[in-house]
């Protein structure tokens, strides 16, 4: 009796349920082999993705017109250290050079003579400039528009007297205003220098379309304005030996100041701002030290409290 028990429940509790292990077999493979699937459709779209972007960046690059440009070298400019100053006597050279080559095409509508003062010239040489030009004015007391001579208050004249009229006599180019070119140009002074004095003939299969120079550091290379700057294009009023990157570089430099006419004051001020800090710190950590001693000099001492 006792073994016929045996045989029942043991047969009862060993017996294989093949269909429920079955079907958790086939739901545990299924659902793994999702997963395994979606991985691997979402790594087939990563590196899909990555590699059309690297190829589309690669293709960009060589492409690119501005694979043709150089970058400007760095220049030892003078007014490039924390506490340097403008050149003023390069300023002065370099409102000459504007004034008998860049001003024939280059207008800098936003400086007026009264800005020359103090920086390059005195007051007097700065209002015998002015009265050079012939300025338009009016109109009178007949309603006629006249001429006269500049005045101290007067910007510097326009060669031309509108964008399409500077365009036609520069086969469609338009020469930009210098006012603030130092600043609207990457590399600043250094990349106008470098292409002033960058000049030079194209290399093989560059074509360039009449009316247009090879200039490796403008961007595509070919540029509308000609060379400018040569050795001794005008004589200096101080007598500086007339090269054409000394040229260049006062130029360059009347320019910066042109763009940046706070340069030197706002130095001054940081220097002054630095020296008052400083005492400013000095002073404040001696009070610091003195209020504070006495609390980080004192002493406390624990009782114990008597018992009663």
Known sequence: MAATVGKLCGAGLLKTNHGVIRHQISSFTTT???????????????????????LLFALDHSV???????????NPWNHKGIFSSLDHAS?????????????ACHSMRFIAYRNLIGVSHTEAEAKAEAEEVQVQDGPDDTGNMFMRPGKLSDYFPNPYPNEEAARAANNGAYPPD??????????????????????CEPPAGVV???????????????????????????EY????????????????????????????????????????????????YYIK??????LKSRKLAFKPSSSK
């Open 32 to 54: 793994h082999g999702w997963t395994k699937g979606r991985k691997a459709f979402y790594a087939a779209i990563g590196v899909l993705t990555g590699g059309t972007g690297a």
């Open 64 to 74: 690119k017109a501005s694979e043709l440009e150089l970058h400007p070298p760095k």
């Open 208 to 234: 360039l379309r009449e009316g247009q120079y090879y200039n490796p550091y403008f961007p595509g290379g070919a540029i509308s304005m000609a060379q400018a700057l040569y050795n001794e294009v005008l």
């Open 289 to 294: 030290r003195h209020k504070w001693s006495v």
């Open 91 to 103: 300023i002065r050279r370099g409102y000459e050079v504007y004034k008998q080559v860049c001003a």
């Open 237 to 284: 009023s101080d007598g500086t030996p007339a090269t054409a990157s000394q040229l260049a570089k006062d130029v360059c430099t009347f320019l910066k100041w042109a763009a940046e006419p706070e340069h030197d004051q706002r130095k001054q001020m940081a220097l002054k701002a630095i020296l008052m800090f400083s005492l400013l710190a000095a002073v404040t």
């Open 178 to 199: 210098l006012s603030y070119i130092t600043s609207a140009r990457h590399g600043g002074e250094d990349y106008v220098f470098a292409l002033l004095t960058g000049y």
